[in-house]
């Protein structure tokens, strides 16, 4: 079982950065793939973001490319979602997950566990 807790949403004008952090626990962490997916009011949960466990591959979706960085600490059982150039757009919940073993990179089915989220609220 992993099990993932993050932090750092808010409140933040359009134009402006927040970063997130999502902590894991349980079991070994190092060998996942981690990611960000986030979801608005009456939308469906979509990817936003993806990175393997050495760093060396990381995906973005287009609405958040250039503007999001992903990176994780495998020494703190992290992961981090800078975003920066923050639109109204933006604003969703967001949720950490962790894929376990092989498989795809931009569903939520690919994901074995998720978090619990955190809001993002990007004012006008």
């Known amino acids: 079982q992993v099990q993932l807790a993050e932090s750092g949403g808010g409140l933040v004008q359009a134009g402006g950065s927040l970063g997130l952090s999502c902590a894991a626990s349980?079991?070994?962490?190092?060998?996942?793939?981690m990611g960000w997916f986030r979801q608005a009011p009456g939308k469906e949960r979509e990817f936003v973001a993806v990175i393997n466990w050495s760093g060396g591959f990381t995906s973005y979706a287009d609405s958040v490319k250039g503007r999001f960085t992903i990176s994780r600490n495998n020494a703190k059982n992290t992961v981090y979602l800078q975003m920066n150039s923050l639109k109204p757009e933006d604003t969703a919940r967001y949720y950490c997950?962790?894929?376990?073993?092989?498989?795809?990179?931009?569903?939520?089915?690919?994901?074995?566990?998720w978090g619990q989220g955190t809001q993002v609220t990007v004012s006008s």
């Open positions: 349980g079991r070994t962490f190092s060998s996942y793939v």
């Open positions: 997950v962790v894929r376990q073993g092989p498989g795809g990179y931009y569903r939520t089915s690919d994901y074995n566990y």
